[in-house]
């Protein structure tokens, strides 16, 4: 198994200027004939915190209970964090089968394709924090020195998005239904996750009654999703670190993340072409 | 089917052993409303419970197909539509991985199945040769070196740099062509494509392949056109269902080819 991730893995890294070429080209194609463009990258996420501000911040009058424009940067991290996983994976699901053509055309590593996806994905991510930053800098938000420890967290949660999303890319070679599968399981995930819903009480905002059960808590966290959120907002909101174990659990996750899904086209790319 | 002269000198640069590619294929059902569609998958649901496999079938495209060439063979592939023409180049590609059996490339591969297929609508052709360019596995020095060259071939001149889906078939065809002979492969594989275009972006293509040959690469050329095959070919491999029916020198091929088929 090792041996077939370590040539999937090198046969990657010399690719790495298709990579690039792919993944700026994702982008522009996406952005090209639109009036704002590259904007969008910035506006998505912004337009999706504003709606769900005004159902859950002013509807539910869940802001209430945090400072002032606390919320949004909650509700903003949430988001931004979300949609970097939610969008990867729904690309990669289809980015195989979206890729006949080149894949009936030439034998270049089929992993290029989901790669480059979650490549593009990643960029809108960190503009989105970038953009965060700069905002929470300008309101006199300080940041303690727990941010240096922002780029681990961000690598490792590129590292479980880009497995997981290999791993969505193979089965949606073989199952045109995964698509699909992908909107449903990230629709669950949505409201699993710790995006507009308080699961800690921090700075006056208090957790929700059931995550007072230590069980629940628990078991909540088995979602990757809701460490990396909770991780993000420690550094960026609440100048703390996240606690060891909870990072030590996702850097697991996301290692045998990446791990399954290399080893998946390490095993079956030489098949791919036949099912699409 | 072994080369007698040099057998040193020239090492083979294509060898395949005994290949198998199969594949599965499901037929459908035909359904035309949603209805019926639901009545059919609940009556095939219970066929499956009933037969146990199902409408799935398994199906060999390619039965132990053996084959070397050497560097400055043109190789012209004929056979029937379904013989399996397509599916060797493929597997000679390293598209897909043949079930078994075992295929040998020494060299950079380029393969021109179908024109165009892989180019983003909405980025320009200038920018489609890097992306392609890329990952046919040029680096991209190489493609800005050879940019000028493929785009003279392609003959698009200022719409170059408009974006391919305002392309006509054939303008898509001629870029992807002149990409694809930029590769500067050791191994070439075309699939029937050569015959679209205008008479003569077909000539320049003709005297494309034929500068190849003389820089000793290695050629397959599946095709229909017997003439082609008499023409540019130096040996023909003749397909059916799957296996080699008659191997040997381009003209000997396409005769027998040609007497048993009429045309």
Redesign the interface.
């Known amino acids: 198994m090792t041996a077939g991730v370590m040539q999937q893995v090198q046969r990657l890294i010399r690719r790495r200027?298709?990579i690039r070429?792919?993944t700026a080209?994702g982008l522009?194609?996406l952005n090209?004939?639109k009036i704002l463009g590259n904007l969008w990258s910035l506006l998505d996420p912004l337009l999706f915190m504003a709606v769900y501000y005004l159902i859950f911040g002013v509807l539910f009058e869940m802001a209430g209970a945090g400072r002032s424009g606390q919320f949004m940067i909650y509700i903003f991290i949430g988001v931004v964090g979300f949609r970097f996983a939610e969008v990867s994976l729904g690309q990669s699901v289809t980015s195989i089968r979206g890729?006949?053509?080149?894949?009936?055309?030439?034998?270049?590593p089929k992993a290029?394709f989901p790669v480059a996806s979650v490549l593009a994905r990643f960029y809108d991510f960190l503009w989105g924090l970038l953009v965060l930053m700069i905002v929470m800098a300008a309101t006199g938000h300080r940041p303690t020195l727990y941010i240096l420890l922002l780029p681990v967290i961000i690598l490792i949660y590129f590292v479980f998005v880009l497995g997981v999303s290999l791993i969505a890319a193979d089965i949606g070679v073989f199952f045109a239904d995964a698509s699909n599968l992908v909107t449903v399981i990230m629709r669950v995930l949505f409201y699993a996750s710790p995006i507009f819903y308080f699961v800690r009480s921090r700075g006056g905002f208090k957790a929700m009654g059931a995550f007072n059960n230590p069980t629940v808590k628990t078991l909540y966290f088995l979602n990757p999703l809701a460490g990396f959120l909770e991780s993000l907002r420690d550094l960026l909101m609440w100048g703390t670190a996240p606690s060891l174990r909870l990072v030590l659990y996702l850097t697991g996750v996301a290692l045998v993340s990446l791990l399954v899904g290399l080893t998946l086209f390490s095993r079956r790319e030489?098949?791919?072409?036949?099912y699409i | 089917m072994q080369s007698t002269s040099e057998p040193l000198a020239t090492p083979a640069s294509v060898v395949a052993e005994d290949i198998w590619v199969g594949?599965a294929i499901r037929y459908h059902l035909p359904e035309s409303t949603l209805r019926g569609a639901f009545v059919k998958s609940l009556e095939g649901l219970a066929k499956r419970r009933l037969q146990g496999a199902g409408r799935r079938e398994f199906f060999w495209a390619l039965q132990g197909i053996s084959l070397q060439a050497q560097p400055g063979d043109v190789v012209g592939i004929i056979g029937k539509n379904g013989s399996g023409k397509t599916t060797l180049l493929?597997t000679l590609?390293?598209?897909?991985?043949p079930d078994r059996g075992q295929v040998d490339v020494h060299g950079v591969?380029s393969?021109?199945?179908?024109f165009g297929?892989?180019?983003?609508p909405?980025?320009s052709g200038r920018?489609n040769v890097?992306?392609?360019g890329?990952?046919?596995?040029l680096?991209?020095r190489q493609i800005g070196e050879r940019l000028e060259s493929i785009v003279e071939l392609s003959e698009l001149g200022a719409f170059i740099d408009a974006?391919v889906r305002t392309y006509s078939a054939g303008m898509k065809g001629r870029l992807g062509f002149s990409i694809a002979v930029h590769i500067d492969p050791d191994v070439m594989l075309l699939d029937e494509v050569l015959t679209v275009g205008d008479a003569a972006f077909r000539a320049r293509a003709g005297s494309i392949l034929d500068r190849l040959r003389e820089n000793h690469k290695t050629i397959f050329l599946a095709t229909h056109s017997l003439d082609m095959v008499r023409k540019s070919c130096t040996r023909a491999i003749w397909l059916e269902k799957g296996k080699i029916r008659l191997e040997g020198p381009a003209e000997e091929v396409a005769r027998a080819y040609q007497s048993e088929t009429g045309g």
């Not at chain 1, 890729?99 to 270049?108: A, D, F, K, P, S």
């Not at chain 1, 030489?270 to 036949?274: D, E, L, P, S, T």
Request: with cysteine; aromatic share 12%.
């Open positions: 200027e298709t070429f792919l080209s522009q194609d090209r004939d890729h006949r053509g080149l894949i009936h055309e030439t034998n270049v290029v030489g098949q791919y072409a036949k | 594949f493929k590609a390293g598209i897909w991985q591969v393969c021109l199945m179908s297929v892989g180019f983003r909405n980025l920018e890097f992306v392609n890329s990952i046919l596995g680096s991209r974006p």
